[in-house]
C-alpha cells in the first residue's frame, strides 16, 4: 500500500481535517480501495510528525463519514461498503458520550423480562385490576364535551391552572410553586438539565431510584452515594461525606423508598435537613409513593419540614392512579419554578391538557381520594400475602416488611448472583428487578425488587413459590428445597 499524504498548507484548517481531507483524496482516485488497510494511528502520526489524537480525530471524521471502519484484530480499513453507502452515519461516533456511555445492563434485564406470559413482579407499577377505568372514561367524556375547545388549544407551560391550583392546596404552597410536568421523569430530567453540568457531584442514596440515576449520569453527573438501610439513608454518613465532597444536590426517596421500601423517621428528616441547611445544598424530594401509605407512621415530608427552601419537591399521579395519565408535578420557589418552566419550553410546550384536565375533575369530585382509600387495603393484603409467601417458599431472603409503596426488597442468601437467579426465575416464568440497576456503583448482586401489587394473594404465593424453587437451582444446598417440594412444582 502506498499512502502520500499531502497536507496542504495551512490555511484555517485544523489539522486532522486536512488529513482527513487528504485520505479522501485518495479514496476518491482510487489510489486506496475498498479493504485496504491503512497505517495504525500512532504509525501515521509518527510519519506525519503530528499527535496521535489528530489522526484519531481524522479516521475518526473518515469513519463517520462512512469511508473506512475499524474492527477489532483487523485495525482500520477502507470501507467494502459500496460508494452510494458512504455518506451513512455511523450512529455510534455522532452520538454524544452522555448517549453512549449509558449502561446496556438496563435494557438487558427488560429484554429478559420481556417473556410473554411472565408473572412479573418486576415493575413499579400499581394494578391495572384497579385502575379506575370506567369513572375516568365518564369524565374524559365530561371534560371534551364541555371544555373541548378550551382544552384541545394551547395549555400554560407550567400547567392547566385549575389542576396547578389543587396541587398546590394539596402541598401547601401557592400555584405559581408547582410545575406539572409529563410524568415526575420529566421534573426529574429539568432538575438534572438545569443544576448539573458536566462533571459536577450528585448526592443520592445508595440504593435509589435507577430512574433518576439515568437522568442523572444522562446530564453528566458524578454521583456520589450514601447507604440506605431499612430506616433510610444513613444521615452520619451523608453529614461525613458533605464534609469532603462540594455537591450539586441530594437526591432522596424518603417515604417508602424505591426500592427498599424504607420511612426515614421526622427526627432523621429534621436531621437531614438541617445538614444540607449548613451547606446550602438543594434536597431533591421524590414523594411517588406517598399516598400508598398502609401502616405505620404517618411521617410529613421534607418539603414541610423545611425553613430555608432547600426542598425541590417531586411527586405523581401515576403511582396513585396510573402511569398512563404522564401527570407529575414539581414543587420550588417560584423563581425557580420560571426558570425551569423557560428550561422545559423547550423540551414539549405543556403537559397533555386533556390528560390534565381530566384529571383535575377526578381530583375535584374527590375521586382521587376515595380511589386511594379503595386500593390501600388491597396492597396491603398484597403485601402480607408476599411476605408470608417469602417466609414459606424462600426461608433465605432477608427482608422487612414496609408501611408502604409498592416493594418488597430482599437480600439472597451468600453467594447466590440476583442476575443469575433472574436467569432461572424466568425460566419458571416469574420476574423481578435485580438489584444492581438501584446503585450508581458496584453493589447490590446480592438483592432483588419484587412489587407486590401487581397480582392477586393466590398468585403472589405460586409466584413466590416459584421464585423458592429457581434459588434451589441456583444454590443446590439451599433451604427453600424443603418447603417448594416437587410436588409443588405444578402451581
Ligand atoms: C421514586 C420514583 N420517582 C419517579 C418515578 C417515575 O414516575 P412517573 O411515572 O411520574 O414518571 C418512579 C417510577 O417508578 C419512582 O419509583
Given at each position: ?8 498548507p495551512?490555511?484555517?484548517?485544523p ?6 481531507d487528504?485520505?479522501r ?5 482510487g489510489?486506496l ?17 503530528v ?8 479516521y475518526?471524521q ?11 484484530g ?10 452510494s ?6 450512529w ?6 452522555r448517549?453512549r ?15 410473554p ?16 377505568e370506567?369513572?375516568?372514561?365518564q ?7 364541555h ?6 388549544q ?10 396547578r391550583s389543587w396541587?398546590?392546596e394539596r402541598?401547601g404552597?401557592e400555584?405559581?410553586?408547582v410545575?406539572?410536568?409529563s ?10 438539565q ?6 459536577d ?5 445508595a440504593?435509589?431510584y435507577?430512574?433518576?440515576l439515568r437522568?442523572f449520569?444522562?446530564a ?6 450514601i447507604p440506605?438501610?431499612?430506616?433510610g439513608?444513613?444521615?452520619?454518613r451523608l453529614?461525613?461525606t ?12 424518603p ?5 427498599t ?9 429534621r436531621r437531614?435537613?438541617?445538614?444540607c441547611?449548613?451547606?446550602g ?9 406517598a399516598?400508598?401509605?398502609y401502616?405505620?407512621?404517618?411521617v ?5 419540614l423545611d ?8 411527586s405523581?399521579f ?7 395519565l ?5 414543587a ?6 420560571r426558570?425551569l418552566?423557560?428550561l422545559r419550553?423547550?423540551?414539549d410546550?405543556?403537559?397533555?391538557s386533556?390528560a ?5 375533575e377526578f ?16 396492597y ?32 439472597l ?12 426465575a424466568?425460566?419458571l416464568?416469574?420476574?423481578f428487578m435485580?438489584?444492581s440497576?438501584?446503585?450508581a456503583?458496584?453493589?447490590g448482586?446480592?438483592r432483588?425488587r419484587?412489587?407486590?401489587a401487581?397480582?392477586s394473594?393466590?398468585m ?11 434459588l ?20
Amino acid at each position: 500500500m502506498s499512502l502520500a499524504i499531502r497536507l496542504e498548507p495551512a490555511g484555517g484548517e485544523p489539522l486532522h481535517i486536512r488529513i482527513a481531507d487528504s485520505l479522501r483524496g485518495q479514496f476518491e482516485h482510487g489510489a486506496l480501495g475498498p479493504g485496504d488497510p491503512l497505517p495504525t494511528s500512532r504509525d501515521l502520526a509518527r510519519d506525519l510528525g503530528v499527535s496521535r489524537s489528530t489522526v484519531v480525530r481524522a479516521y475518526e471524521q473518515l469513519t463517520r463519514e462512512g469511508w473506512i471502519e475499524g474492527r477489532v484484530g483487523r485495525g482500520t480499513r477502507v470501507s467494502d461498503r459500496p460508494t452510494s453507502a458512504k455518506g451513512r452515519p455511523n450512529w455510534d461516533l455522532l452520538l454524544t458520550e452522555r448517549v453512549r456511555g449509558q449502561s446496556p445492563e438496563y435494557a438487558d434485564v427488560l429484554r429478559m423480562l420481556s417473556e410473554p406470559d411472565l408473572l412479573s413482579f418486576a415493575g413499579g407499577l400499581p394494578s391495572p385490576e384497579f385502575y379506575p377505568e370506567e369513572s375516568f372514561q365518564q369524565i374524559t367524556s365530561d371534560v371534551l364535551r364541555h371544555q373541548g375547545t378550551k382544552l384541545l388549544q394551547w395549555c400554560p407551560v407550567d400547567g392547566y391552572p385549575p389542576l396547578r391550583s389543587w396541587i398546590a392546596e394539596r402541598v401547601g404552597c401557592e400555584p405559581d410553586s408547582v410545575l406539572i410536568s409529563s410524568g415526575s421523569t420529566q421534573a426529574l430530567h429539568l432538575i438534572s438539565q438545569a443544576f448539573v453540568e458536566p462533571g459536577d457531584t450528585v448526592v443520592v442514596e445508595a440504593p435509589t431510584y435507577s430512574g433518576a440515576l439515568r437522568a442523572f449520569r444522562t446530564a453528566g453527573a458524578r454521583i456520589v452515594s450514601i447507604p440506605c438501610g431499612p430506616e433510610g439513608i444513613d444521615v452520619d454518613r451523608l453529614e461525613a461525606t458533605l464534609g469532603r465532597v462540594r455537591a450539586k444536590l441530594l437526591y432522596v426517596v424518603p417515604t417508602y423508598h424505591n426500592p427498599t421500601g424504607s420511612l426515614l423517621s421526622t427526627e432523621k428528616r429534621r436531621r437531614l435537613l438541617a445538614v444540607c441547611a449548613q451547606h446550602g445544598l438543594p434536597v431533591v424530594e421524590d414523594d411517588a409513593y406517598a399516598t400508598l401509605r398502609y401502616d405505620g407512621p404517618h411521617v410529613p415530608t421534607l418539603r414541610s419540614l423545611d425553613d430555608h427552601e432547600l426542598v425541590l419537591y417531586v411527586s405523581t399521579f401515576s403511582k396513585a392512579i396510573f402511569p398512563g395519565l404522564r401527570v407529575g408535578w414539581l414543587a420550588a420557589p417560584p423563581e425557580l419554578v420560571r426558570r425551569l418552566s423557560a428550561l422545559r419550553n423547550v423540551i414539549d410546550l405543556f403537559t397533555n391538557s386533556i390528560a390534565q384536565g381530566s384529571l383535575y375533575e377526578f381530583c375535584k369530585r374527590g375521586l382521587l381520594e376515595a380511589h386511594i382509600q379503595r386500593v390501600r387495603p388491597l396492597y396491603a393484603e398484597r403485601r402480607d400475602a408476599m411476605a408470608a409467601a417469602l417466609r414459606r417458599y424462600c426461608p433465605s431472603l432477608q427482608f422487612e416488611v414496609p408501611h408502604g409503596g409498592l416493594f418488597i426488597w430482599a437480600q439472597l442468601p451468600a453467594g447466590i448472583d440476583s442476575r443469575r437467579l433472574l436467569e432461572e426465575a424466568v425460566e419458571l416464568g416469574i420476574g423481578f428487578m435485580v438489584g444492581s440497576l438501584f446503585f450508581a456503583e458496584e453493589g447490590g448482586r446480592d438483592r432483588i425488587r419484587l412489587c407486590f401489587a401487581c397480582h392477586s394473594p393466590e398468585m403472589i404465593a405460586a409466584g413466590i413459590r416459584k421464585l423458592g424453587l429457581a434459588l434451589k437451582q441456583v444454590r443446590p444446598d439451599a433451604e427453600e428445597w424443603r418447603n417448594a417440594g416437587a410436588d409443588d412444582l405444578i402451581v
